[in-house]
Antibody, heavy 126, light 111 residues
Framework: EEQLVQTGGGLIQPGGSLRLSCAAS????????MTWVRQAPGKGLEWVSV???????YYADSVKGRFIISRDNSKNTLNLQMNSLRPEDTAVYYC????????????????????WGQGTTVTVSS | QSVLTQPPSVSGAPGQRVTISCTGS?????????VHWYQQLPGTAPKILIS???NRPSGVPDRFSGSKSGTSASLAITGLQAEDEADYYC???????????FGTGTKVTVL
């Protein structure tokens, strides 16, 4: 069974740093596109960052220069290092596999973000 | 910042059909990027409902269907059931933002 289990999160003061982790089982983080998504209290989903299988990374403008996505292939784990945290970073953070893109009989199929972690809460407050 | 617009809420009686629209632009849905739909039950992680515009992953009831045309997409739920009460999000890629985007979200209420 493909599964993502998240750790990290908690209460942190503005300007502080926090590291989220997402341990994968049944799938390889190094062979897949892996994504972080967040959801502020009472709000919708917001894409945060992606790391492609070749290692290329992209970030939402709201976190660019402050957050770093990475993976530890030996531990099959996805990480999100969050620095210079602001109150507006308060949210539930989800890791996900995706977009999950495969080639089937010469045809590219996009399965979207098809495996999700359980989410972890980050609260930035003094 | 969401660039995919959805109605804030839709409602219907059990057994009815409801649709949720997702309106984008030439840099996302109009650029032929796939649209995906997610269902989020209260207090839980999102779950993929429709992938690649119209494909249902294994285990998703055939009451759910998706379509896409031009700069818009839609999710239809036929034979609405109480357990369909949830938030629904569309999602795609935007070339002008060089990133992934979610819709504003729609709350489905079963009357």
């Amino acid at each position: 069974e493909e599964q993502l289990v998240q750790t990290g999160g908690g209460l942190i003061q503005p300007g502080g740093s926090l590291r989220l982790s997402c341990a994968a089982s049944g799938l390889s983080v190094s062979n897949n596109y892996m994504t972080w998504v967040r959801q502020a209290p009472g709000k919708g989903l917001e894409w945060v960052s992606v790391i492609y299988s070749v290692g290329t990374t992209y970030y939402a403008d709201s976190v660019k220069g402050r957050f770093i996505i990475s993976r530890d292939n030996s531990k099959n784990t996805l990480n999100l290092q969050m620095n210079s945290l602001r109150p507006e970073d308060t949210a539930v953070y989800y890791c996900a596999r995706g977009p999950h893109i495969t080639m089937v009989q010469g045809v590219t199929r996009n399965y979207g973000m098809d495996v999700w972690g359980q989410g972890t809460t980050v609260t930035v407050s003094s | 910042q969401s660039v995919l617009t959805q109605p804030p809420s839709v409602s219907g009686a059990p057994g009815q059909r409801v649709t949720i629209s997702c309106t984008g632009s030439s840099s996302n849905l109009g650029a032929r990027y796939d649209v995906h739909w997610y269902q989020q039950l209260p207090g839980t992680a999102p779950k993929i409902l429709i992938s690649g515009n119209s494909n249902r992953p294994s285990g998703v009831p055939d009451r759910f269907s998706g379509s896409k045309s031009g700069t818009s997409a839609s999710l239809a739920i036929t034979g609405l059931q109480a357990e369909d009460e949830a938030d629904y999000y569309c999602q795609s890629y935007d070339s002008s933002l060089s990133g992934y985007i979610f819709g504003t979200g729609t709350k489905v209420t079963v009357l």
